[in-house]
């Protein structure tokens, strides 16, 4: 079973830049869609951006589209949500979440599907 754990949230000042990280002990990211999760107090986890297994299909909600970038990086066994412009309205725990698929490049952004998930990691952005 794998585990995944997820990393790099800190307090930053809006217009800041972070990088998270998304990383597994017994199993390959490879083998699963990755997707970072952001839950605010009082809503529901939303899906920020995904990728599938190959790398060659990715989703961003429409709040991060030009300011996040997903990536996979294989020999690392880690995949990045590097985060710039950043502004209060991102402040949340963030979660990577795996999604078993056969299929190397669907990507899937239900929080339903996903199998495994990490601890979560906090960003607070100041104003």
């Known amino acids: 079973q794998v585990q995944l754990e997820d990393s790099g949230g800190r307090s930053v000042q809006a217009g800041g830049s972070l990088r998270l990280t998304c990383t597994a002990n017994g199993g390959e990211l490879n083998n699963y869609v990755i997707g970072w999760f952001r839950q605010a107090p009082g809503q529901e986890r939303e899906c920020v951006a995904a990728?599938?297994?190959?790398?060659?299909?990715?989703y961003y909600a429409n709040s991060v589209k030009g300011r996040f970038t997903i990536s996979r990086d294989d020999a690392m066994n880690a995949v990045y949500l590097q985060m710039n412009g950043l502004n209060p309205d991102d402040t949340a725990v963030y979660f990577c979440g795996a999604d078993r698929r056969l299929s190397l490049s669907v990507v899937t952004t239900n929080s339903n599907d996903y199998d495994y998930w990490g601890q979560g990691t906090r960003v607070t952005v100041s104003s």
């Open positions: 990728i599938s297994r190959n790398g060659d299909d990715s």
